[in-house]
């Protein structure tokens, strides 16, 4: 869930953290920033798949806590 919100974060149309982006390098245009981006939003969707067809990657460690 968390790398699904920050997709959204990172995307248009609300993208909250391109405006920051934008806000920190003023002379890029949002095109710009969110093309920048782009390799990043693909890493995660790939990591998403990933973790949806080997959950224990995300399970290992809650589990190791607990003991099971």
């Known amino acids: 869930m968390v790398v699904w919100l920050e997709i959204?974060?990172?995307t248009p149309p609300?993208?909250?953290?391109?405006f920051v982006i934008q806000g920190l390098m003023p002379g890029l245009s949002a095109?710009?920033?969110?093309?920048g981006?782009?390799?990043f939003v693909v890493l995660m969707i790939l990591l998403?798949?990933?973790l949806?067809?080997?959950p224990d990657l995300?399970?290992?460690?809650p589990r190791k806590m607990i003991g099971r």
């Open 14 to 18: 609300v993208g909250l953290n391109l």
């Open 58 to 61: 995300a399970l290992w460690l």
């Open 48 to 50: 998403v798949v990933l």
């Open 31 to 35: 095109r710009q920033i969110t093309w």
């Open 52 to 54: 949806f067809f080997v």
């Open 37 to 39: 981006t782009t390799p």
């Open 8 to 10: 959204g974060f990172i």
